[in-house]
Nanobody, 121 residues
Framework: QVQLVESGGGLVQAGGSLRLSCVAS????????MGWFRQAPGKEREFVSS????????AYTDSVKGRFTISRDNAKNTVYLQMNSLRPEDTAVYYC??????????????WGQGTQVTVSS
């Protein structure tokens, strides 16, 4: 199991930007696909974005396409989520996850503790 620690959340006004980071330890980071998920109050956790082991394949949920960018630095064991043009509906706790494949991210047992993102209107 890989250990994950997110950071970079905070309070930002609508239209602002944040960059989330997730640092992995405990296993070889480059062997894992990585993903970002979020959970808003009273809602189920939802997929936000994913990236494969080499950073060549990415995916986004429709609501963040064109605004969020996922990337990874295997030398730093870190995956990033650059969030631009933030909206109040982006407010949530953001989690990163690691899994052997993108398809298995949702069922992963490797999750970070989450970082709060709050977007004010």
């Amino acid at each position: 199991q890989v250990q994950l620690v997110e950071s970079g959340g905070g309070l930002v006004q609508a239209g602002g930007s944040l960059r989330l980071s997730c640092v992995a330890s405990g296993r070889t980071f480059s062997l894992y696909a990585m993903g970002w998920f979020r959970q808003a109050p009273g809602k189920e956790r939802e997929f936000v974005s994913s990236i494969n082991q080499y950073g060549r394949t990415t995916a986004y949920t429709d609501s963040v396409k064109g605004r969020f960018t996922i990337s990874r630095d295997n030398a730093k064991n870190t995956v990033y989520l650059q969030m631009n043009s933030l909206r109040p509906e982006d407010t949530a706790v953001y989690y990163c996850a690691a899994a052997p494949t993108i398809a298995t991210l949702t069922s992963s047992d490797s999750w970070g503790q989450g970082t709060q993102v709050t977007v004010s209107s």
